[in-house]
């Protein structure tokens, strides 16, 4: 059984709901519990301004899946929502499921970076990873707790509970 953690973004159509209703399918994927849910944040956009804010928050699951089976049920869900897979990687998008880090591991391939690349720049991942897992260490030994004490929260506030 491996712990692992998922990003979810949103800011296109009504992120709120996007983000409530990939919390529930999150809870459907076999073989996965959800164990740990943040509260849903507000964001500023990282990357080109001109595009809505963000809705984000960070899961716990602990899964048997093999971190690529985890990324393709999180890729099915994120194409159930109307995600559109195309050439936006800094562009606003309906829903954004990332695997932020699974268990101890380091994985780089094509397909998939664990932890995620942007994980220690990123306030919208950083501090709702804190809410959920103050005690965290990262794979490189840095600790959730430092990382979160030297990062500029760049407006982050919490919008509401997700349960
Ligand atoms: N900015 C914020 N605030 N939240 C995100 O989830 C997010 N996702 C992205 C980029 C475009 C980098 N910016 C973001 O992919």
Same mark, same amino acid.
């Given at each position: 059984?491996? $712990?692992?953690?998922?990003?979810?973004?949103?800011?296109?159509?009504?992120?709120?709901?996007?983000?409530?209703?990939?919390? /529930?399918?999150?809870? /459907?994927?076999?073989?996965?519990?959800?164990?740990?849910?943040?509260?849903?944040?507000? !964001?500023? @956009? +990282?990357? @080109?301004?001109?595009?809505?804010?963000? +809705?984000?928050?960070?899961?716990?699951?602990? $899964?048997?899946?093999?971190?690529?089976? &985890?990324?393709?049920?999180?890729?099915?869900?994120?194409?159930?929502?109307?995600?559109?897979?195309?050439?936006?990687?800094?562009? @606003?998008?309906?829903?954004?499921?990332?695997?932020? &880090?699974?268990?101890?591991? $380091?994985?780089? $391939?094509?397909?998939?970076?664990?932890?995620?690349?942007?994980?220690?720049?990123?306030?919208?991942?950083?501090?709702?990873?804190?809410?959920?897992? @103050? !005690?965290?260490? &990262?794979?490189?030994?840095?600790?959730?707790?430092?990382?979160?004490?030297?990062?500029?929260?760049?407006?982050?506030?919490?919008?509401?509970?997700?349960?």
């Amino acid at each position: 059984m491996i $712990t692992a953690y998922i990003g979810l973004g949103s800011n296109l159509g009504n992120p709120e709901e996007q983000i409530r209703d990939a919390v /529930k399918q999150i809870e /459907k994927i076999d073989d996965c519990a959800l164990t740990a849910i943040s509260s849903l944040y507000f !964001s500023k @956009p +990282m990357g @080109p301004q001109d595009q809505p804010d963000y +809705m984000n928050a960070v899961a716990e699951v602990q $899964t048997e899946l093999s971190a690529i089976k &985890l990324l393709d049920a999180l890729q099915r869900i994120e194409n159930s929502a109307g995600r559109v897979r195309k050439d936006n990687r800094w562009g @606003p998008r309906v829903l954004d499921l990332d695997i932020l &880090l699974y268990g101890e591991s $380091t994985i780089n $391939t094509e397909r998939l970076i664990v932890p995620h690349y942007g994980l220690k720049e990123r306030e919208f991942v950083l501090i709702p990873l804190y809410e959920i897992i @103050p !005690s965290l260490i &990262l794979p490189s030994g840095e600790s959730i707790a430092m990382l979160c004490n030297n990062i500029d929260a760049n407006g982050l506030k919490i919008h509401s509970k997700l349960r």
